[in-house]
């Protein structure tokens, strides 16, 4: 575990502490999350989950907003309960009045693609294609139907594959 992100994770609990004049439960904290998402809290286990390569990536933007929105999110619901929404006015106040940031609910990061076979499907449209991955592809071999927004036909597999 980097000591820069515990560090920065232990940074933020202290400035909730000065703020609110109470103390808070340190959560466990993982770097085994996978995906488009930079970071998750999970509320009842008390358990903060960040993106590895994310971070490596995107360094001090990362230690600076994404552990804080994160660590937010739990001293939001040890504070107001479960009952809050996610982002709102609760864990809003935190990221403005203890951070001295902004709520920003979403990251900009570049996050790369995984490279994977790409399996076509057409509906009556004309020149209308659709990329499906290798896992819906898989769905439809099962029995599930996908449905053209446009003309409401079913899609069908052309038969083509391409690697994306």
């Given at each position: 575990m980097p000591e820069r992100l515990l560090a920065r994770v232990e940074s933020c609990y202290q400035l909730a502490e000065?703020?609110?004049?109470?103390?808070?439960?340190r959560p466990d904290v993982s770097l085994k999350l996978r995906g488009q998402k930079a970071g998750v809290a999970h509320l009842q286990q008390n358990l903060l989950?960040?993106?590895?390569?994310?971070?490596?990536?995107?360094?001090?933007?990362?230690l600076r907003q994404t552990v804080a929105h994160e660590?937010?999110?739990?001293?939001?619901?040890?504070?107001?309960?479960?009952?809050i929404r996610p982002h709102g006015e609760?864990?809003?106040?935190?990221?403005?009045?203890?951070?001295?940031?902004?709520?920003?609910r979403c990251h900009t990061y570049e996050v790369p693609r995984r490279r994977g076979t790409r399996y076509l499907y057409r509906?009556?449209?004309?020149?209308q294609e659709f990329s499906f991955t290798a896992q819906r592809h898989?769905?439809?071999?099962?029995?599930?139907?996908?449905?053209?927004?446009?003309?409401?036909?079913?899609?069908?597999?052309?038969?083509?594959?391409?690697?994306e």
């Open positions: 000065a703020f609110f004049k109470q103390p808070f439960a989950r960040f993106n590895a390569q994310l971070y490596e990536q995107n360094r001090e933007h990362f660590v937010a999110h739990l001293v939001a619901h040890q504070l107001f309960g479960p009952q609760e864990w809003q106040l935190i990221m403005r009045g203890v951070y001295e940031l902004p709520p920003d509906c009556d449209c004309i020149e898989a769905l439809v071999a099962k029995g599930r139907r996908y449905i053209c927004r446009r003309c409401r036909a079913t899609l069908t597999f052309s038969g083509q594959q391409r690697e």
